[in-house]
Nanobody
Framework: QVQLVESGGGLVQPGGSLRLSCAASGIIFSIYAMGWYRQAPGKERELVATIGSGGSTNYADSVKGRFTISRDNSKNTVYLQMNSLKPEDTAVYYC??????????????WGQGTQVTVSS
């Protein structure tokens, strides 16, 4: 029943911008930490940015100052605004929802991914 659907990926020139969206359903969105991860060919999946249920944010050093994560709890949607894009930002971007529990494993869900290609 849980579904995370990313959108907004595409092809953009270096220096350009994209805004990714992730619409969540089947979870109590407001209590979940949300995140964006990415995976480039031949590389491990890496954390890009997270936003907690209270609004705290964290960013990978490689995207600080360029990317902004935000959430709209009324729309059950998390966003990633990506500016000043570089070729090394090319990857499949995945949306993640995580709810850490006091006991047992966390609830941890992933979207299907959306391709971002930064190229001339």
């Amino acid at each position: 029943q849980v579904q995370l659907v990313e959108s907004g990926g595409g092809l953009v020139q270096p220096g350009g911008s994209l805004r990714l969206s992730c619409a969540a359903s089947g979870i109590i969105f407001s209590i979940y930490a949300m995140g964006w991860y990415r995976q480039a060919p031949g590389k491990e999946r890496e954390l890009v940015a997270t936003i907690g249920s209270g609004g705290s944010t964290n960013y990978a050093d490689s995207v600080k100052g360029r990317f902004t994560i935000s959430r709209d709890n009324s729309k059950n949607t998390v966003y990633l605004q990506m500016n000043s894009l570089k070729p090394e930002d090319t990857a499949v971007y995945y949306c993640n929802a995580k709810y850490r529990r006091s006991y047992g494993p966390p609830y941890d869900y992933w979207g299907q991914g959306t391709q971002v290609t930064v190229s001339s």
